[in-house]
């Protein structure tokens, strides 16, 4: 994908930048990318938009540092990468000997490459906020990290005519201001439409330039062209990082599935967002409006010191993404990017409510379905009786949210293997179960009773919607008795065509 039209662009319009995206998004190709063009290695955008754009290919000092090295379990730890990277440099451009600071030898270095070169200097920083994230269950490791980084970077506000571009990079604005909070002057493009397709795949890029692997995985698969572009779209699209932000591809998925000629989480499993659900279990959060809430930008794309809310570090981190904004109120509605996340984040969320391994959740999952393909409601119904019973008895909440959400995240979870649709602010019944020859319409009640349940369904017009459909309709009245923690009676109806 030839990004450099937008990097041109952005290194002459203004010198200092701050962009935020998700892990495995591309930020550090973006910055290498940089660094190759800031050393003038035109040969290596032979073909590519920069080789027209750009006519001086200047040569300038670089000092790169990517704080994804290592991992922060000790402030040692930040401290020595500093060193590594600080004696790099020094190699090169020397080092006095009064300088004894990690922020006097920064200082020292950037100030001797410009007096060198005779050239301005170009900083990059990719992921710095990788020291913060990595101790974010250790405040007091935290607070020292933060002072130290802190101390590390003051010098760049000092060095305004020593810098030609300065450029940072982050999954989150975790701790960003206070870090950074001398640099009036920086550029922060995360959420701006101009450069919001920097980082990631569009659509557009997708399908003129990545056709070979479309059709592959398509034969591979059993699929027409048009129904992988389908497949890859519900899976790995739906990422907007600004208002009128064009579709965005999740790329380390979209080209391990090309790589793999399947659909598999690619993504999400390369690192499970454990922190995240403890944050959200500390703030009580109701893990069902994930799939679509409202929110200002200062809510969900906010700097902060700590995690404490999870709206910001969850769209930041990409569990999130904007669907759409609403200009009048100035509004962004926000929600699950696409299936990979969606199903990936529900099988790490299950276990927190029920204490069993995702596998076996998965393993409830695939039966019910099984279940209901053969007809046999009554015997999904006893195994979703099972399911219950199962929960250990000691669970600390025993709120109606508490069951409630199961039930949510188990029919999500469903959703891997056939089409579902589970219950939002407009009213919808709480579960829709759709098969090839059969749509299921489950209304579940907490201490109610299942005819209550089938007469909200009648009542509400739950099944209007799927009547033009021509498959059979079963409503589905559940009772959840909190007694037995389990579910109680049910009733079955079959819509009676007209």
């Not at 070979?212 to 699929?223: C, S, T």
């Not at 999130?320 to 790490?348: C, H, M, W």
């Amino acid at each position: 994908m030839d990004k450099t039209a937008l990097i041109h662009k952005l290194v002459h319009s203004d010198s200092i930048y701050f962009l935020s995206r998700p892990r495995r998004f591309g930020k550090s190709l973006l910055i290498s990318t940089l660094e190759a063009y800031f050393q003038g290695k035109k040969e290596l955008f032979t073909g590519l938009a920069m080789e027209q754009l750009e006519t001086e290919w200047a040569v300038y000092p670089v000092l790169h540092i990517d704080f994804s090295m290592t991992k922060y379990l000790g402030l040692e730890d930040l401290t020595g990468l500093l060193n590594i990277n600080l004696n790099r440099w020094e190699k090169i451009y020397g080092k006095d000997e009064p300088e004894g600071t990690p922020a006097e030898r920064f200082e020292g270095v950037i100030r001797r490459a410009y007096e060198q070169t005779g050239r301005q200097v170009v900083v990059l920083i990719d992921e710095y906020d990788a020291p913060l994230l990595d101790s974010n269950s250790e405040s007091t490791l935290q607070k020292q990290l933060r002072n130290e980084l802190r101390r590390f970077f003051s010098p760049l506000k000092g060095a305004g005519q020593y810098l030609r571009f300065l450029f940072l990079t982050g999954i989150s604005k975790f701790s960003q201001l206070s870090i950074f909070s001398e640099l009036n002057n920086l550029q922060n493009i995360s959420i701006t439409d101009e450069f919001s397709a920097i980082c990631g795949i569009t659509e557009h890029e997708m399908l003129t330039q990545m056709r070979r692997g479309i059709e592959q995985i398509a034969a591979q698969n059993g699929e027409t062209y048009e129904e992988a572009c389908a497949h890859l779209k519900k899976w790995y699209d739906g990422y907007h990082f600004s208002k009128n932000c064009e579709d965005i591809y999740n790329p380390f998925s979209l080209i391990n599935a090309f790589n793999q000629k399947d659909y598999k989480n690619f993504w999400f499993s390369t690192g499970t967002p454990t922190f995240l659900i403890d944050v959200l279990k500390a703030a009580q959060f109701d893990v069902r409006q994930l799939d679509g809430m409202t929110a200002t930008d200062v809510q969900f794309d906010a700097p902060t010191d700590t995690i404490s809310d999870p709206i910001p570090v969850l769209y930041q981190s990409g569990y999130l993404t904007i669907k759409s904004y609403d200009p009048i109120f100035r509004q962004y509605t926000l929600a699950y990017p696409n299936s990979e996340v969606r199903y990936g984040f529900t099988e790490a969320l299950l276990p927190n409510y029920v204490q069993r391994f995702p596998r076996e959740n998965t393993f409830y999952a695939v039966e019910f379905i099984k279940d209901l393909m053969r007809g046999d409601i009554e015997n999904c119904l006893e195994r979703t009786r099972s399911f219950f019973a199962e929960i250990p008895y000691d669970l600390e909440n025993k709120t109606e949210k508490h069951y409630q959400t199961i039930f949510y995240l188990l029919f999500r979870l469903m959703g891997q293997y056939v089409e579902t649709e589970v219950k939002n602010a407009t009213g919808r019944a709480d579960a829709v179960v759709k098969l090839d020859d059969a749509i299921y319409v489950f209304e579940f009640k907490f201490d109610g009773t299942p005819e209550e349940a089938l007469a909200q369904i009648n009542n509400k017009g739950y099944t209007i919607p799927y009547q033009p459909d021509g498959r059979r309709i079963y409503k589905i009245g559940v009772n959840f008795d909190s007694a037995t923690r389990s579910i109680g009676e049910w009733k079955i109806e079959e819509e009676i065509r007209r």
